[in-house]
């Protein structure tokens, strides 16, 4: 139980007891909107019985002034309902995205090896959206839909038990087949999802290489992939609809087999004489009556379980452990000495790093060599804590690794990442520019490393456009490198820094490394001989 409602917690974002006190905030105002709505006719009878048939003028206005009052406050309920519920789902859905948001910026690499970025995608702008009816809308129908059904079958089995007990039978049998296609509907849900996951991890992928693909001719290809995925989607889309209708018209169904059971039953026991003719005929109409909130929570319960597997993914991955953020220990580098002992890593089945054991000692300059695939950019991964070696440990200063919080990692090292990545924002913000001395800075290595000026027409202000698309990537990377120089952390690591570079700018790299970083810890990670030059070991993988 306790699991269960800590389960719910999570899906809110906010304690139960908080919502249900919301929930019947707006349930009051749907209840004020019914009666007054179920009111609003009855002042015509007023009107009708009181005013006009004793030709009372005073009468008929204060009746058509009460009808007017009535159907204001009508008016107001139902703005209020509607609003208030609204809100309620709104805040729910805009605290689920930043617990979202904020959750995926903590999880390492070995989340993201079970999660494509198009699965957490639809999560983020699909799943969560559609989880606010179900929220809302969904529970308050359920409560009084199931209200007026109960209330409506009393009715039966008072006036005729026969058919009273004829409808608690049919709604028995309603609900076990609605149950059926219910599980069926949460399955091909589940599959669908999938689906539709796929989809987007092609559309994120291919409109954020869009350059990319169309100029090494893979826009075939791409198109090709696009077309597989979106029929798969298009046909398990149908099909589902298929199942959705066929549910709902169970429901309709109910209404036919419930009209003609009253009208056969009751013209039997009208016949016996059990039955007056007028009680059939308001019996009709209540089974009419029942057919709406049948319809409803039939179509509740499938909505239910159709929302059902994106709260089960919601949750999954809100309640995912895989953190870089694990650890305690708010390290403050000393000295800047980095130990690997008897590392092994692998992402699945190939060791990637086998029994690895080195050394750094603080402030050297260490180059690391080695084939592509040899594993260079993964011990940088496992230096950032995005992956835990499966045996042995890696140490900063002594600390193992793992015990070390994210955050202290970060203010202590600079890590450039062989994919350059530059953020949407200003100079200025990319930078963190936040003194004169640290401009001053920015703009010397600017010089030093040959990036024109030209570039920042409205100097820290410029705005670099998103995915770095008015830089070269040779600028780009030269930009990436200036934003850690800045930093002016104890230890850096560069995967392979100098890649996208001229020959000239890494020239000017070097004597950027050997002025600046000589008191720091600096691993390269390189293939150029020019920057092994500043290094004061190197070590082959
Ligand atoms: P390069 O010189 O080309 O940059 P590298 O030495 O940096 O190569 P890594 O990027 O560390 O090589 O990759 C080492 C191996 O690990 C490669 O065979 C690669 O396919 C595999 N690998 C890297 N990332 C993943 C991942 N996320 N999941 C599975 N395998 C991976
Ligand atoms: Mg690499």
Redesign the pocket.
């Given at each position: 139980m306790k699991n269960y409602i800590k389960k719910i917690n999570t899906i809110l974002q906010m304690p139960i007891k908080l919502y249900i006190f919301k929930q019947i905030k707006c349930l009051i105002f749907m209840v004020l909107y019914t009666i007054f709505s179920l009111a609003f006719p009855g002042f015509i009878s007023l009107i009708i019985d009181e005013g006009i048939k004793s030709c009372d003028i005073e009468k008929i206005l204060f009746y058509c002034s009460a009808m007017l009052v009535c159907g204001l406050l009508m008016i107001l309920f139902q703005y209020l309902q509607k609003v208030s519920f609204y809100k309620l789902a709104q805040q729910i859905v805009y605290n689920i995205k930043r617990t979202m948001f904020e959750k995926l910026l903590e999880r390492n690499?070995k989340f993201w090896?079970n999660y494509q970025i198009g699965d957490v995608l639809r999560v983020l702008e699909n799943d969560i959206d559609s989880i606010q009816n179900l929220l809302t809308g969904t529970i308050s129908n359920l409560i009084i839909n199931f209200f007026v059904a109960v209330g409506i079958t009393i009715v039966f089995l008072i006036i005729n038990p026969i058919l009273g007990l004829i409808i608690l039978l049919m709604a028995f049998l309603f609900a076990s087949i609605q149950k059926k296609c219910g599980d069926k509907i949460q399955d091909g849900m589940s599959v669908l999802r999938l689906q539709m996951g796929e989809l987007s991890s092609i559309i994120n992928e291919t409109l954020n290489h869009i350059a990319t693909i169309q100029m090494a001719d893979l826009t075939a290809l791409e198109r090709r992939r696009f077309d597989t995925k979106n029929r798969n989607v298009i046909q398990q889309f149908i099909l589902q609809t298929k199942r959705v209708t066929i549910a709902q018209l169970i429901g309709m169904s109910f209404n036919v087999f419930g009209i003609l059971a009253v009208l056969v039953v009751g013209a039997i026991e009208v016949l016996k004489g059990r039955l007056s003719i007028g009680v059939l005929f308001s019996l009709t109409i209540y089974i009419q009556r029942l057919y709406g909130p049948i319809v409803v929570l039939g179509t509740e319960y499938i909505n239910i379980k159709n929302t059902k597997p994106m709260i089960e993914k919601i949750l999954e991955i809100l309640e995912n452990e895989d953190s870089i953020l694990a650890g305690k220990i708010d390290w403050i580098c000393t000295k800047g000495e980095i130990n690997f002992d008897d590392v092994s890593f692998k992402?699945?089945e190939k060791w990637?790093l086998q029994n690895l054991t080195m050394e750094i000692p603080e402030k050297a300059t260490i180059g690391i060599i080695?084939?592509?695939?040899?594993?260079?950019?993964?011990?940088i991964k496992l230096l950032s804590k995005l992956c835990i070696p499966q045996s042995g440990m890696l140490y900063f200063d002594g600390i193992s690794i793992d015990n070390i919080t994210y955050e202290s990692i970060k203010r202590n090292v600079t890590v450039i990442p062989?994919e350059c990545f530059l953020p949407y924002g200003t100079l200025r913000d990319i930078m963190e520019i936040d003194s004169k001395e640290k401009e001053n800075k920015m703009f010397e290595f600017m010089e030093k490393l040959g990036v024109s000026l030209e570039k920042f027409p409205d100097g820290l202000e410029t705005e670099l456009t998103e995915n770095r698309g008015n830089l070269s990537g040779g600028e780009a990377q030269k930009l990436a490198l200036i934003r850690g120089l800045l930093q002016n952390k104890s230890i850096y690591i560069l995967d392979?820094p100098t890649a996208a570079m001229d020959l000239e700018s890494e020239r000017n790299f070097c004597n950027i490394v050997r002025e600046y970083l000589t008191n720091k810890t600096v691993i390269i990670?390189t293939?150029r001989r020019e920057l092994l030059t500043v290094c004061d070991k190197i070590i082959t993988?």
């Amino acid at each position: 139980m306790k699991n269960y409602i800590k389960k719910i917690n999570t899906i809110l974002q906010m304690p139960i007891k908080l919502y249900i006190f919301k929930q019947i905030k707006c349930l009051i105002f749907m209840v004020l909107y019914t009666i007054f709505s179920l009111a609003f006719p009855g002042f015509i009878s007023l009107i009708i019985d009181e005013g006009i048939k004793s030709c009372d003028i005073e009468k008929i206005l204060f009746y058509c002034s009460a009808m007017l009052v009535c159907g204001l406050l009508m008016i107001l309920f139902q703005y209020l309902q509607k609003v208030s519920f609204y809100k309620l789902a709104q805040q729910i859905v805009y605290n689920i995205k930043r617990t979202m948001f904020e959750k995926l910026l903590e999880r390492n690499l070995k989340f993201w090896m079970n999660y494509q970025i198009g699965d957490v995608l639809r999560v983020l702008e699909n799943d969560i959206d559609s989880i606010q009816n179900l929220l809302t809308g969904t529970i308050s129908n359920l409560i009084i839909n199931f209200f007026v059904a109960v209330g409506i079958t009393i009715v039966f089995l008072i006036i005729n038990p026969i058919l009273g007990l004829i409808i608690l039978l049919m709604a028995f049998l309603f609900a076990s087949i609605q149950k059926k296609c219910g599980d069926k509907i949460q399955d091909g849900m589940s599959v669908l999802r999938l689906q539709m996951g796929e989809l987007s991890s092609i559309i994120n992928e291919t409109l954020n290489h869009i350059a990319t693909i169309q100029m090494a001719d893979l826009t075939a290809l791409e198109r090709r992939r696009f077309d597989t995925k979106n029929r798969n989607v298009i046909q398990q889309f149908i099909l589902q609809t298929k199942r959705v209708t066929i549910a709902q018209l169970i429901g309709m169904s109910f209404n036919v087999f419930g009209i003609l059971a009253v009208l056969v039953v009751g013209a039997i026991e009208v016949l016996k004489g059990r039955l007056s003719i007028g009680v059939l005929f308001s019996l009709t109409i209540y089974i009419q009556r029942l057919y709406g909130p049948i319809v409803v929570l039939g179509t509740e319960y499938i909505n239910i379980k159709n929302t059902k597997p994106m709260i089960e993914k919601i949750l999954e991955i809100l309640e995912n452990e895989d953190s870089i953020l694990a650890g305690k220990i708010d390290w403050i580098c000393t000295k800047g000495e980095i130990n690997f002992d008897d590392v092994s890593f692998k992402y699945k089945e190939k060791w990637i790093l086998q029994n690895l054991t080195m050394e750094i000692p603080e402030k050297a300059t260490i180059g690391i060599i080695g084939e592509n695939g040899s594993g260079k950019s993964t011990l940088i991964k496992l230096l950032s804590k995005l992956c835990i070696p499966q045996s042995g440990m890696l140490y900063f200063d002594g600390i193992s690794i793992d015990n070390i919080t994210y955050e202290s990692i970060k203010r202590n090292v600079t890590v450039i990442p062989q994919e350059c990545f530059l953020p949407y924002g200003t100079l200025r913000d990319i930078m963190e520019i936040d003194s004169k001395e640290k401009e001053n800075k920015m703009f010397e290595f600017m010089e030093k490393l040959g990036v024109s000026l030209e570039k920042f027409p409205d100097g820290l202000e410029t705005e670099l456009t998103e995915n770095r698309g008015n830089l070269s990537g040779g600028e780009a990377q030269k930009l990436a490198l200036i934003r850690g120089l800045l930093q002016n952390k104890s230890i850096y690591i560069l995967d392979e820094p100098t890649a996208a570079m001229d020959l000239e700018s890494e020239r000017n790299f070097c004597n950027i490394v050997r002025e600046y970083l000589t008191n720091k810890t600096v691993i390269i990670v390189t293939h150029r001989r020019e920057l092994l030059t500043v290094c004061d070991k190197i070590i082959t993988f």
